[in-house]
């Protein structure tokens, strides 16, 4: 996949995040990962308490993912995000757009993988097991808010999203086998890797 990802290029103090420790396994111990729990919630207060106190060169988000169009076992890479679960149409609003805000629907933040497939992710606090839309090809529920706030915050930002599942019927089953081979690709990816500027 060309070059070795060479994190001193954007930074000297990288904070890898992750939703669940057994989507880290242990494999960027080195780097104290930072483990926020499930959901938009839970990823939103445990960064936003992380950089209160502490300001990283780059926020890369690592985590497993459905996808109705990507392969189980493919490494996608994301640079745009939807909030799946916003839909406040009912009062004008586009679908997927936060009512009163500065934005659109679309969220575009992050870095790129050159030899990685790119994603748009769905962010949204389900587990998505009836994936439709063509909106979004990449489903998770921590990814949105990540890069929402690394964008606020002006810090770089990559989202390399493992895909464990279908996000159809067999999502659930699927993700439980899936999920622990993330960390192990994951690791092996970043000594491989390109990252080039969105």
Known sequence: MGNSLDLSVYLNDPLFVFALASEEAEQFIQYNPLIVGVGKVNAAIGLSKYLHQHRPGIIINLGSAG???????????CNRFIQRDMDVRGLGFQLYETPFSDHGPLLEYGLSIEALPQGICGTGDSFEMQHLTEDYDVVDMEAYPLAYIAKQENIPFLCLKYITD???????????????????VFRKLFGVATVTPQ
């Open 166 to 184: 279908g996000a159809d019927e067999t999502a659930g089953a699927d993700w439980t086998e899936e999920v622990h081979k993330a960390a192990m």
């Open 67 to 77: 996808s109705s169009r990507f392969a189980r076992g493919e490494v996608v890479c």
